[in-house]
């Protein structure tokens, strides 16, 4: 199977089991579930829990990585539908479809993001329950990254952030927290799942790709927002400009940009690459992330 096709696979599976474990749209209160299935099922490119699959794919085991990677979405779509509301970035689109808050109203998409995060938890409590150790570790990495020192955190900053002189070190806060903390923690719940997944040290160092990987996709997503049109994002562009969002773009301009994307991908091949394991897969998905145009 080349790369791209088991992106594909990958993509489906992770969509069938979301389909499974979110609550059916008919259930009571109609309007919720409905909601949490309107964005879910609007056609994320799934690269948090595919990023799962992949470290878990360095040293197999036979744990499932799924459950995980299917939290991690959860944590990821609730972030995107509160991010969108108008008290935050106010966004109208969001995966090519009106944002949550749009399509329903702003009280729904609350508890529909609001719903999402228990949800997380149940499924990695229920899904790893016969490894009571497994299933903590894997708790607490994830509530941690989503918590106020980092993802909410980070958003917090980026708020605080809007409209002021844009300064590097504040920044690279707001990237590490908002952004990178998703993916180093999709890559080391994946790697906590393998075979190897109690070496203390390869975790750590499984979590410095992830950061590196993190401040790479920053980067080019902020390109992204300047050089695409809302049609191809299947999100709102040219967003930070309007918003007054300090962006590597705003600060460094386009081709310091590009070049940051580009040494902080390099960073995280050479990270992985030190660490043995098959990564074939990753190593592709890295340059995947850095040349998509979405
Ligand atoms: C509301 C607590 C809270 C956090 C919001 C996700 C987020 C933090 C903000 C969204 C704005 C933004 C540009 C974030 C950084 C990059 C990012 C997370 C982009 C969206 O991720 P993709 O491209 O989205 O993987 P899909 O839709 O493909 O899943």
Same mark, same amino acid.
């Given at each position: ?5 088991? *992106? ?13 474990? +979110? ?14 299935? /309107? ?11 595919? $990023?799962? +699959?992949a470290a878990?794919?360095l ?32 966004? @109208? ?25 228990? #949800? ?7 899904? &790893? %329950?016969?490894?009571?150790? $497994? ?6 990495? #994830? ?38 903390? *998703?993916?180093?923690? %999709?890559l ?17 160092r499984i979590?410095e790709v992830g950061?590196s990987l ?8 902020? #390109?992204? @927002? !300047? ?21 590597? !773009? ?13 040494? /902080?991908t390099?960073d995280a091949r050479e990270r992985l690459l030190r660490m043995g394991g @098959?990564s074939?897969?990753l190593l592709?998905l890295m340059? &995947? *992330? #850095?040349?998509?145009?979405?």
């Amino acid at each position: 199977m080349n790369f791209l096709e088991k *992106m594909k696979t990958w993509q489906d599976l992770i969509n069938q089991r979301l389909d499974q474990a +979110l609550p059916a749209a008919s259930l009571q209160p109609a309007p919720l579930h409905q909601a949490m299935r /309107h964005s879910m099922n609007a056609g994320g490119k799934r690269l948090r829990p595919i $990023l799962v +699959l992949a470290a878990h794919e360095l040293y197999p085991s036979q744990h499932d990585p799924v459950p995980a990677a299917l939290a991690l979405e959860c944590i990821h779509t609730y972030s995107l539908i509160h991010d969108d509301l108008p008290a935050m970035d106010d966004s @109208d689109l969001r995966r090519g479809r009106p944002s949550c808050h749009k399509a329903f109203d702003e009280a729904t998409a609350i508890l529909a993001g609001d719903a999402f995060q228990p #949800l997380a938890f149940e499924i990695l409590s229920d899904s &790893y %329950s016969t490894q009571p150790k $497994l299933a903590l570790d894997l708790i607490k990495m #994830l509530s941690v990254t989503a918590g106020s020192q980092q993802l909410v955190g980070g958003q917090m900053q980026d708020l605080l952030s809007e409209g002021k002189t844009p300064e590097e070190e504040n920044l690279s806060y707001i990237h590490t927290n908002k952004t990178s903390a *998703m993916i180093r923690a %999709s890559l080391q719940m994946g790697f906590r799942l393998s075979s190897a997944g109690e070496d203390e040290e390869k975790l750590t160092r499984i979590g410095e790709v992830g950061l590196s990987l993190g401040l790479a996709f920053q980067a080019v997503d902020d #390109l992204l @927002d !300047v050089t695409q049109t809302s049609a191809q994002l299947g999100k709102d562009a040219h967003h930070d400009g309007e918003s007054g969002k300090v962006t590597w !773009v705003s600060l460094k301009g386009e081709e310091e940009a590009r070049r940051l994307a580009s040494r /902080h991908t390099e960073d995280a091949r050479e990270r992985l690459l030190r660490m043995g394991g @098959d990564s074939a897969f990753l190593l592709e998905l890295m340059s &995947y *992330m #850095l040349e998509r145009k979405f």
